[in-house]
């Protein structure tokens, strides 16, 4: 038994609310209701998901690919083109055990799309803690905390950002009078610590003055004077017409998909002893912002930009693998495709379609066989961050259609599951109901979006399965099994690896 | 961490740590697929784990922050009321006097309801629960003592009627 908050009642007392919390995960019968995958689903569905993470990491096979690679509008050639041979009929469900080549070694220098970090001072120019002892490095510290400068309390903000950082790198160190925390966060994409960032300037501008108790607490949003994307935010306060001592501020720079954050408080005076330590906190963070720079693979100026990453293609490869995964027909079914002139299933609920996009590249490829009629289009874009507004308006689009309106043979609503595939990705289910809300017997629909740099994927199913669970769950970890091929491929031309 | 001791790790905490999930933010579907994806996670990340002092921790803490992102919030609080009917009907009904805790905890501020369950139900040391959430000591203390006397407060109020679970989300 843990130490206890002395203020905590008697958890032994009968009917007492903190025993019935403290009982919470003793309720008989209970344990039928939790159901998890078996733990070898849970380590194939990791490692796919490492893999991603880590990149196409057959680099061969990226330079073949690239090396063919012709723009999209030679792809396919119109109707006349010959369509690709599907792909080997798979079955998912039965997955053999990863390739044990597959599996990370010791040898990986470092895992999940993380950066090499071990040449990184991260206390370089840090205080000592008020007994001396210097700043701990840990990867699951405190850190610089929530990303909240228009707080006024230690609460966490209501919304946090959906982004989490892939590496976490944190130190600090406290006394009396003042603090210092410092940390690295590295993100999946450039365009999720972007957003980050952005996130947090953006907030800084609502609240330029707020009245706590009293004291009016200010706050300052300037340029940083750090390599690569760098804000500084400087909060002081306001006393009775008077600038007591105090100060708080934080350093936020961006470069690459990585963000150096340092945050450091004390009884500053506002004017020249803050600009004395403002310039010295910025003089000491140089180098660690250099360092995560080069940790990235080059200097903070190649990083530094609008978030476009190196290596980044307008074209897709011409043997794309658009349809990796799909069964074999036989003769009983067709697959067209991919090319540019496919039809697509249309987003649509409610007798409404979501609009086409404009793309600067689409390629498409169909599939029609007995109770299995599949649709897969990758929409390439302008820029990351229309492809990232595709994507949201997807989701806006089941969102605001939960269920179809309903006839005698019942109705279907849509319910969104985890999508393992991609940094921003949806699962979205379409579960047949009978009209007394039942799971109905046929029609399930399946609909899994996954968004690499400016380019989208969207794969649909449409099945006689029914809108049972496990029928549900099954064919959502078939779709997911066969589009992990392609979201694989796209990291070979949408950004500089995954 | 190999395959033998993540396959321990993951069957010997998994209904934990849902149940501690389910108990944050008052439901259980998506706790238990909350969890499964950060197990995922950590399986992807197992070198982190090896490092993390508490994987449990980690685990329960990337559960934690998936379920409350705005993107979840945002869908499950939109989910159709159809759905607790075309839930699998093959578990048992819920525990009457569960369902209560679980609609009172859920009127709880989130601050307030996570640092119950971390001290409560997952057994933390205040230290520890400060930690984890990333507030100071005397914060959690007093997290925990508004929610003891909030939670009093509705469990006395609140008769223990059942609701579906499911059908509404944190």
Not at chain 1, 402 to 407: A, D, E, F, N, Y
Not at chain 2, 82 to 101: F, G, I, N, Q, Y
């Amino acid at each position: 038994m843990p130490e206890h908050d002395p203020d905590s009642q008697d958890p032994t007392a009968p009917g007492d609310p903190i025993d019935r919390l403290a009982h919470f995960d003793q309720t008989p019968g209970d344990e039928d209701a939790v159901h998890p995958l078996p733990a070898a689903e849970v380590r194939r569905l990791g490692d796919r998901r490492r893999r991603r993470t880590q990149g196409l990491v057959a680099a061969g096979a990226a330079a073949a690919v690239l090396a063919i690679a012709v723009p999209l509008t030679v792809v396919g050639g119109g109707q006349g083109a010959p369509s690709p041979a599907p792909a080997p009929s798979q079955t998912p469900t039965q997955e053999p055990s990863p390739d044990p080549s597959e599996l990370p070694t010791a040898a990986d220098p470092v895992p999940n799309g993380q950066i090499d970090l071990d040449g990184l001072d991260l206390t370089a120019g840090m205080s000592t803690n008020d007994d001396g002892s210097p700043a701990q490095i840990g990867i699951d510290g405190v850190g610089v905390g929530p990303l909240a400068p228009c707080s006024t309390g230690p609460t966490e903000p209501e919304e946090q950002t959906p982004a989490e950082p892939v590496q976490r790198l944190t130190a600090e160190v406290s006394g009396p009078e003042y603090s210092e925390a410092r940390e690295v966060r590295v993100y999946e994409t450039v365009e999720e610590a972007t957003a980050v960032l952005d996130a947090v300037v953006a907030d800084a501008g609502t609240c330029p003055r707020q009245d706590v108790g009293g004291t009016g607490w200010l706050l300052e949003v300037d340029d940083g004077g750090l390599p690569g994307d760098s804000r500084l935010l400087v909060r002081t306060y306001e006393q009775d017409g008077t600038t007591p001592p105090g100060a708080q501020w934080w350093q936020l720079t961006r470069v690459g998909r990585a963000l150096v954050l340092a945050s450091t408080g004390g009884e500053f005076l506002p004017g020249p002893g803050l600009e004395q330590g403002v310039a010295e906190d910025t003089a000491d963070l140089v180098p660690v912002v250099e360092t995560v720079c080069s940790a990235q693979g080059g200097g903070c100026d190649a990083l530094d930009g609008d978030g476009e990453q190196p290596g980044g293609s307008d074209t897709v490869p011409a043997d794309f693998l658009l349809t990796a995964g799909w069964p074999d027909t036989g003769s009983d079914g067709s697959v067209q495709g991919p090319g540019p002139d496919v039809e697509a299933f249309p987003v649509a609920a409610c007798g409404e379609q979501l609009g086409q996009p404009s793309t600067t590249a689409v390629l498409t490829a169909r599939l029609d066989a007995p109770e299995d009629y599949r649709s897969r289009q990758l929409l390439v874009f302008e820029d990351a961050q229309r492809a990232i507004d595709h994507v949201t308006d997807i989701e806006a689009f089941y969102t605001a259609c939960p269920q179809t309106p309903p006839t005698a043979e019942g109705f279907t609503y849509w319910e969104f599951r985890p999508n393992l595939l991609g940094g921003q990705a949806l699962q979205i289910m379409g579960l047949p109901a009978t009209p007394e809300g039942a799971p109905g017997p046929l029609g399930l629909q399946s609909i899994s979006v996954v968004r690499l740099g400016r380019a989208v994927v969207v794969d649909q199913m449409m099945t006689e399965a029914s809108g049972f669970e496990d029928q549900v769950r099954r064919t959502y970890r078939d779709q997911q099994a066969a589009l992990g091929e392609v979201v694989e491929a796209m990291c070979a031309f949408t950004e500089d690896g995954c | 961490m190999d395959e033998r001791e993540f396959d321990d790790f993951y069957s010997g905490s998994f209904r934990r740590i849902t149940h501690q999930v389910h108990a944050m933010i008052g439901d259980r579907d998506e706790a238990q697929e909350c969890v499964q994806e950060a197990f995922v996670r950590a399986w992807a990340h197992r070198r982190k784990l090896d490092r993390a002092e508490h994987p449990e921790a980690w685990v329960r803490t990337t559960a934690y922050r998936l379920a409350v992102s705005r993107w979840r919030r945002t869908v499950r609080g939109r989910r159709p009321a159809d759905r607790a009917l075309a839930a699998p009907a093959a578990t048992a009904p819920p525990d009457e006097s569960r369902v209560a805790l679980v609609a009172a905890l859920r009127q709880l501020p989130e601050d307030q309801r996570r640092a119950l369950v971390l001290h409560h139900l997952a057994d933390l040391p205040v230290r520890e629960v400060a930690a984890e959430v990333g507030a100071p000591e005397g914060t959690v203390k007093a997290r925990l003592s508004r929610g003891r006397a909030a939670l009093a407060a509705l469990l006395t109020d609140q008769p223990e009627g059942p609701t579906p679970e499911g059908a509404h989300h944190a």
